[in-house]
């Protein structure tokens, strides 16, 4: 019986599963094969030649830092060693292709290029369990891997400018780029709120621009004011060890320095650069653009010969043969203001502002080919013709990489929703973000061709970046809470075979990621684990029925309800739960034990609150709120978020709604909670009427006694009870945004998110 069953182990080949194998992004081809190879602190480090050294050295450290021991060098061949050979043959389109090959006897990564060895080794990484262990043994499974990356450009952003970090961690975020097999560090260096690079021939930019005198508290336009000097900027020295550090881990670094916009901290340390020298420029402490603040450069001889100074310092500084130079919300009205800027567009024959802008754009892009390099910008950059040779970082959705790619223009694709990583990765805004959401399985979906491109114009996509925008993120610990896991989703949708992606395998392997993410101790989100909450009506219309996912396995989730600051038990989650009176409603999710997770929500009854509910005109897609729905789901959003999922947005139109009560129902007061927020051209509605009806069909008008607007609310209160089932609310959009007022002249957003009667 015994032998038997050895024997038929021994026939039985332990193939290593495919699961095992954890890697992202995931490779191109990959064939598992039976057996496995010990790596510890004897295994040797085979390297031929000098173009394998940042992968080796990059192996070594990694080893030492995480497991504790590295390998020796050698240069000879022998059983049981890893090694890396590059064929240094550049074969156009094949940068950073490698073959990997693991057997019992070692590991050999060949790579195409020096890229491609780095590339090779960083998979060994992921062959690796991603837990030390004590005996310091590390057995990896025999596999073949034949692996190349599907995008020349994969991406990643960061701004310095809103909250300064250290080299120390923009190098360490560097290293999140390599270990995603990305290769490109878009460095956001000068904005309204800092400057923060070091140019010799300007020395005020950093003694004035890189500091300001406070910043804003909360989520914009903010509580109050600090008052707290904050500042900082990188030394010319500093830079070049940057780039450097990059540079040994196949990533470019491009500067970005942002004009003729967003140039306020340059207008502080030179007023003369302006279109309003004496008005006293200071370095910004709030957040965001549109015409409040004037930080547009004027486009005279002097900011030429300042901008040629500057690039020159930067071309010398990065070797990068992009050069980002922003040209992102240049507001037009200073230039209009501004005899000296129309007098620059009359010289040249300039027709509007936009021109003025192309103009301005094209001269730096002169100025920079004549350097041999090349003009990169935000897709603004368009408006007025685009620069013959200029890149086009495509982030108020596709349009602009779309519109640019039929000019026969490259393209990178940024779009804010998915690809802006400071936005919200959960529902439960545990902290200040911006706003907007965009999750890690929209990350993951995203598609950087637009479909709109065909095959050809297809090719004029050189890759996606994912942008980390600085205006909430002050610390590391919070850049790598937005930053991860959906970097990790990102580098899968720029390297792997499109037809590869597959959305729930990706989740098999993130659980290996999380580990990984444990192993390089950053502070990452465990939103994909969130306990996820869908708010319904309840069935027939009695109340309202709140339904609840997570992606944990063998979860148990405890609910509560406190009603007038008494709480009790609903017992444990089993489906969805129907809730009919106000309250606090409380789950926790547990897993092993312990807490990992909870959902908090108050409801508001009143007599509309999960009714049945028609909107005549939908709201505006890009704020859909949860449909009809929203407007009596019993939430009223009190977080001021514009972006929130829990508001519907009507851009120039009217909100017209009808409710059906179910029966007879008497009330004496209508109100609408809307958001008011003149600065984002949100604006309260100019009026509100309310009329009834008992068949739905022939409807009275209500006078409505209406007062001012208070706090969030408009309030119809009525003289006398009104007895209906069918009440229809019309609130009337502000219109046109009045002179004088931020966007003045377009329509008005109305933003609404709740109708009560009672
Ligand atoms: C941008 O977000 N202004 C490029």
């Given at each position: 019986m015994r032998r038997t069953i050895i024997y038929f182990n021994m026939l039985l080949p332990v193939f290593v599963s495919?699961?095992?194998?954890?890697?992202?992004?995931?490779?191109?081809e990959m064939k598992t094969g039976k057996g496995r190879f010990s790596l510890s602190k004897y295994t040797v480090l085979l390297v031929?030649?000098?173009?394998d050294d940042p992968a080796a050295d990059f192996l070594n450290t990694y080893l030492e830092e995480y497991y504790g021991f590295k390998l020796k060098k050698v240069k000879q061949a022998s059983s049981g060693c890893i090694e890396l050979t590059t064929l240094?043959?550049?074969?156009p389109g094949k940068e950073g292709a490698y073959t990997l090959t693991v057997t019992p006897k070692g590991i050999a990564v060949m790579g195409q290029t020096a890229s491609g060895t780095f590339y090779g080794m960083q998979t060994i990484l992921q062959l690796l369990p991603a837990v030390k262990q004590s005996n310091a043994t590390y057995s990896i499974p025999v596999v073949t891997i034949k692996d190349e990356p599907r995008f020349g450009y994969r991406g990643l952003h960061l701004d310095v400018s809103r909250h300064f970090l250290p080299v120390s961690y923009v190098k360490k975020y560097i290293d999140f780029i390599a270990l995603h097999k990305m290769n490109y560090f878009h460095w956001h260096l000068t904005d309204d709120q800092g400057w923060r690079i070091e140019i010799k021939k300007y020395p005020?930019?950093?003694?004035?621009?890189?500091?300001?005198?406070g910043t804003i508290i909360?989520?914009?336009?903010?509580?109050?004011?600090?008052?707290i000097r904050y500042g900082g900027f990188y030394t010319q020295e500093q830079v070049r060890e940057v780039v450097q550090y990059a540079a040994d881990r196949f990533i470019t670094v491009i500067p970005e320095i942002d004009m003729?916009?967003?140039s306020l901290a340059a207008l502080t340390s030179y007023?003369?650069?302006?279109?309003?020298?004496?008005?006293?420029?200071?370095?910004?402490?709030?957040w965001g653009i549109n015409?409040?603040?004037?930080?547009?450069?004027?486009?005279?001889e002097y900011t030429f010969s300042f901008v040629e100074g500057v690039l020159d310092e930067v071309i010398g500084l990065f070797p990068s043969k992009y050069i980002h130079i922003?040209?992102?919300?240049?507001?037009?009205r200073w230039w209009h203001e501004s005899p000296s800027s129309q007098k620059i567009m009359q010289d040249n024959g300039l027709k509007d502002e936009n021109e003025l802008q192309s103009y301005f754009v094209k001269r730096v892009e002169k100025f920079l080919n004549s350097k041999g390099r090349t003009l990169m910008g935000w897709?603004?950059?368009?408006?007025g013709g685009l620069a013959p040779n200029a890149i086009v970082m495509s982030w108020r959705g596709e349009k602009g990489g779309i519109a640019a790619a039929k000019e026969k223009h490259f393209v990178i694709l940024c779009p804010e929703?998915?690809?802006?990583?400071?936005?919200?990765?959960?529902?439960?805004?545990d902290s200040i973000t911006q706003g907007g959401y965009g999750p890690l399985e929209n990350v993951y979906k995203?598609?950087?061709?637009?479909?709109?491109?065909?095959e050809e114009e297809g090719k004029y996509v050189m890759g996606a970046q994912g942008n980390l925008w600085s205006?909430?993120?002050?610390?590391p610990s919070k850049a790598e809470y937005q930053l991860f896991p959906r970097l990790s989703a990102l580098s899968e949708i720029l390297w792997s075979p499109k037809a590869k992606r597959n959305w729930t395998d990706f989740e098999k392997r993130l659980l290996t990621q999380f580990k990984r993410y444990d192993l390089w101790k950053i502070n990452y989100s465990r939103s994909y684990f969130e306990l996820k909450a869908t708010v319904l009506p309840a069935p027939a219309y009695q109340g309202i029925s709140v339904r609840l996912e997570t992606k944990t396995k063998n979860p148990v989730i405890n609910q509560y309800n406190t009603v007038n600051g008494d709480s009790h038990s609903l017992g444990k989650y089993t489906g969805p739960v129907t809730i009919k009176k106000s309250g606090l409603y409380h789950a926790e999710l547990i897993v092993s034990g312990k807490k990992l997770g909870s959902f908090d929500q108050p409801f508001y009854f009143n007599k509309a609150t999960g009714k049945s509910i028609r909107l005549v005109t939908e709201a505006n897609t890009k704020y859909p709120?949860?449909?009809?729905f929203t407007l009596v789901n019993?939430?009223?959003?009190?977080?001021?978020?514009?972006?929130?999922?829990?508001f519907l947005g009507f851009l120039g139109t009217d909100c017209e709604a009808t409710i059906d009560l179910g029966k007879e129902t008497s009330f004496t007061n209508v109100s609408v909670h809307i958001l008011e927020q003149p600065s984002s051209w949100i604006y309260a509605p100019s009026g509100f009427s309310v009329s009834y009806s008992t068949d739905g069909k022939q409807f009275n008008t209500i006078n409505c006694n209406d007062g001012p607007i208070k706090k969030e609310w408009v309030i119809c209160s009525i003289d006398k009870t009104i007895k209906a089932r069918y009440v229809k609310v019309i609130i009337r959009n502000y219109g046109t945004i009045p002179t004088?007022?931020?966007?003045?002249?377009n329509k008005a957003w109305l933003f609404v998110d709740e109708i009560t009667i009672d």
């Open positions: 495919a699961q095992e194998i954890s890697i992202i992004p995931l490779p191109a031929r030649n000098g173009a240094q043959t550049l074969v005020k930019l950093t003694e004035v621009g890189a500091w300001r005198d909360g989520r914009y336009p903010g509580t109050g004011n600090d008052n003729p916009g967003h007023p003369q650069l302006g279109t309003a020298p004496e008005s006293g420029y200071a370095v910004a402490q709030t015409d409040r603040f004037n930080n547009v450069l004027n486009p005279t922003g040209g992102d919300e240049a507001s037009k897709d603004e950059i368009l408006e929703d998915p690809l802006y990583l400071n936005h919200s990765q959960t529902r439960l805004e995203y598609e950087p061709i637009p479909k709109e491109l065909n205006e909430y993120i002050g610390t709120g949860d449909g009809a019993g939430i009223q959003n009190t977080k001021r978020l514009i972006r929130s999922t829990e004088g007022s931020v966007g003045a002249g």
